[in-house]
């Protein structure tokens, strides 16, 4: 259930997320929940209000233990729910750093969903899933221009990995058919790919590019997933997870005019 970090005087400790919901509030409530917690012998490492009615705990302990004695006199109490108690995910420290939860399709389990005044937020999770060692592949919706490539480049300085564009339409269209070795130097780098720019226009030698970089054990950021998918070799299964940027909560992601318009590059 949780994870053993290492504590300053060289004893195992766990780390546990803890999350509560306020079904009356008192005066005197979080001061009982502190207390409660540190007779269990938990340290707080970070606490903020995750929502309206919710607050969320950082917890360290050396005696695992004490997560199932919480776990019942939490549910012997009358004024909270609990909400979580497990090893903290990436989304569970964003939600305490920046104060809310990012919201996650009902229906894709791995869809994460912003709004453009959650640009900030967008970036800081992006940036650390950049981080993680190894090959991951991240898709990102949205509209033309929602804000898509600066989030992604943003979490790539976030990150301190320099990115390359290998289909892109940022500032002019780009489309590689080769990379230089410097490039191919995985651990360095974010590889950003445009779905629909690769894929319904690319030529044989961009597509063996494309097929190269798929393979590299690095990050790898496909804007337009859905038009890549629908045009390309590669399925659902090779993303780790997908990303929604919108304008507005209730804008539609919407892809006919996009590859209408992508049908006449091919004209000119």
Request: charged share 25%; proline share 4%; hydrophobic share 40%.
């Amino acid at each position: 259930m949780a994870r053993l970090v290492p504590e300053a005087d060289g004893q195992p400790c766990i780390e546990v997320y803890f999350q509560y919901h306020i079904k009356r509030d008192r005066p005197g409530l979080l001061g009982d929940i502190a207390s409660l917690l540190g007779m269990l012998g938990f340290n707080i490492l970070q606490l903020g209000g995750v929502s309206e009615y919710g607050r969320g705990f950082l917890l360290r302990t050396q005696r695992p233990e004490s997560i199932d004695v919480l776990r019942t006199m939490l549910q012997l109490m009358d004024d909270v729910d609990l909400a979580v108690l497990r090893t903290p995910t990436l989304r569970d420290r964003m939600a305490l750093r920046h104060g809310r939860i990012i919201e996650r399709s009902d229906t894709e389990a791995r869809t994460y969903r912003f709004v453009r005044d959650e640009l900030g937020i967008l970036v800081d999770f992006l940036g650390e899933l950049l981080k993680r060692p190894g090959r991951q592949v991240i898709g990102v919706r949205g509209q033309p221009r929602v804000g898509k490539t600066e989030s992604i480049v943003a979490a790539s300085v976030y990150a301190n990995k320099r990115w390359t564009f290998i289909s892109s339409t940022l500032l002019r269209q780009t489309m590689l058919r080769e990379l230089g070795h410097d490039e191919l130097m995985s651990d360095q780098f974010v590889y950003i790919i445009d779905g629909a720019v690769s894929t319904l226009r690319g030529d044989e030698r961009h597509l063996a590019l494309v097929d190269e970089v798929m393979g590299l054990p690095a990050p790898i950021v496909i804007e337009h997933p859905d038009i890549f998918v629908r045009h390309s070799h590669f399925g659902w299964n090779v993303f780790d997870l997908l990303i929604e940027l919108r304008r507005y909560p209730d804008e539609v992601i919407q892809y006919e005019a996009y590859e209408q318009e992508a049908a006449r590059w091919n004209g000119e």
